[in-house]
């Protein structure tokens, strides 16, 4: 492909442009798109959006398993038998102190991530009171992932300070009852709408890997273009035993440096996060993800362990991108060294190789 396709696909997120089916699937899937030139596409509408600046978000799980939905992708779906360990919503002190240790790790956005279909009108207070006192304590910006809920419920998170509802559409209208037979994806949009309708910003994104077709990428990334999402997670599928869709996707990590590319021309002013599945399926090119994307999670997922996160920030550092926090990433840096410090010796005798690792023959 010629220089000028790729400074014309810029130009296009640079100005807004939308995007004909014909070209999204053409950037996902055609061998004569070269993927540093298509990158760098990408990087110059994020650099234009959200300069060279990554924000680091933290989830917190605050309730584990207890759902009676079947989202085929979840371990704590009904439908999973994964060995997950389940338990009832966390205490507020801990969430507070959960709310402040990801502040002071430099997070830009702390997350609690409640499972279950939707809260109960004494849930949504209950929430509401706790979300006012994170506020109230910490300058941080607060997202709630909750399920379902209505107008009446977006509109008391909003008063109390709620800066972001996460609800993913996860995937197409049309694959949607292939991955989740117990709500639909009406029931997601009208969620999103509530929240939008009660001034809350949307965080909604997708999970790749789940059987759907190209197409079916396309039309979720056109659908979060058409509500103005603010914030778009791009999961890939980490499989979980025991789950309905536990079954490896074989996408290799430049289909997923592709989707992201292809998100952020349809969304230019978006953050795009690097989400669930960025060490399982982009492992070595997990830092290209920075050029289109511009926020990751650190810590970890729901269910599942990621890289550390001393990892994760000198990744940034290497890559000669920044934080956005109230604290320099090199002072995170140190901090991070700092801890490793504190290793007994006995943990410090661990990273050494012993001499079944050096001579496993002997
Ligand atoms: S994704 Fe949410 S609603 Fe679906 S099974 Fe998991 S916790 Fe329940």
Known sequence: MERRFYDELAQAGLQGDMLPDELCLHILTSSAIELLPLLDAAYQVRKKYTGNEVQLHIINNAQNGYCPEDCHYCAQAKSSNADIEAYPMKSDAEMLAEAQCAYESGAYRYCMVFAGRGPSKKRVEHLAKLIGK?????????????????????????????????????????HYPKICTTHTYQDRLDTLHAAQTAGIELCAGIIVGMGEAEKDVVEVAKTLRELRVQSI??????????????????LGPEYYLRVLCLYRFLNPKADIRIAAG??????????????????????????????????????????????????????????????????????RKALLKDIKDLRPQI
């Open 278 to 347: 960025r060490e399982v399926h982009l492992r070595s090119m997990q830092v290209m993800a920075l050029y289109p994307a511009n926020s990751l999670f650190v810590d970890g997922y729901l269910n599942t362990r990621g890289a550390s996160r001393s990892q994760t920030l000198q990744m940034i550092k290497d890559a000669g991108f920044t934080i956005k926090a109230d604290r320099a990433l090199e002072e995170l840096l140190k901090q991070e060294d700092a801890a490793q410090n504190l290793l007994t010796i006995d943990d």
């Open 233 to 250: 997670p791009v999961n890939f599928l980490v499989p979980i035993p025991g789950n309905v869709l536990s079954e490896a996707p074989n």
């Open 134 to 174: 994170i506020k109230s304590r910490y300058p941080i910006q607060v997202c709630l992932s909750a399920g379902l809920i209505d107008d009446e419920d977006a509109r008391t998170l909003k008063a109390v300070g709620l800066d972001r509802l996460n609800h993913n559409l996860n995937t197409s209208e049309k």
